[in-house]
Nanobody, 126 residues
Framework: QVQLVESGGGLVQAGGSLRLPCAASGRTYDVYHRAWFRQAPGKELEFVAAIRWTTGTTRYADSVKGRFTISRDNAGNTVYLQMNGLKPEDTAVYYC???????????????????WGQGTQVTVSS
C-alpha cells in the first residue's frame, strides 16, 4: 500500500501561480512513476504531468507545457507540481498518483496507476 497526501490547492487569479506537493508513504520502493491528473466539473479525468522517479524523465500534457513543472524530492519522497501562468480552464480537482509501470510513454494513461490521493481543489478566477 502507498498513501498519498496532496496539498497546496486554493483560489488564485488568472496569471498567478500555485505549487502542489504530494507526499508519499508506505511501500514506495516499487513506484516507478508519479503523476498529476485533474478533473474539472462535468469532465473526464485528464493527464497533467508525470515523472519517472529514478531518472527524472518527465511527460506533460500539451495544455500545460511551458507553464507547469513536475519535480521530485527524493529524500522527502515528495513530488511537486509548480503551476505558473494559471488560466481559468486549469480549474479542477488535482490528484496525484503512483504507478509501477516502467515506460514513461505509458504515463498518460490513468488506468495504469495503482494509488491515488484524495485530491486538492484549484480554482482560477478570471
Amino acid at each position: 500500500q502507498v498513501q498519498l497526501v496532496e496539498s497546496g490547492g486554493g483560489l488564485v487569479q488568472a496569471g498567478g501561480s500555485l505549487r502542489l506537493p504530494c507526499a508519499a508513504s508506505g511501500r514506495t520502493y516499487d513506484v516507478y512513476h508519479r503523476a498529476w491528473f485533474r478533473q474539472a466539473p462535468g469532465k473526464e479525468l485528464e493527464f497533467v504531468a508525470a515523472i519517472r522517479w529514478t531518472t527524472g524523465t518527465t511527460r506533460y500534457a500539451d495544455s500545460v507545457k511551458g507553464r507547469f513543472t513536475i519535480s521530485r524530492d527524493n529524500a522527502g519522497n515528495t513530488v511537486y507540481l509548480q503551476m505558473n501562468g494559471l488560466k481559468p480552464e486549469d480549474t479542477a480537482v488535482y490528484y496525484c498518483a503512483t504507478g509501477s509501470f516502467r515506460s514513461s510513454d505509458s504515463a498518460y494513461y490513468s488506468g495504469l496507476y495503482d494509488y491515488w490521493g484524495q485530491g486538492t481543489q484549484v480554482t482560477v478566477s478570471s
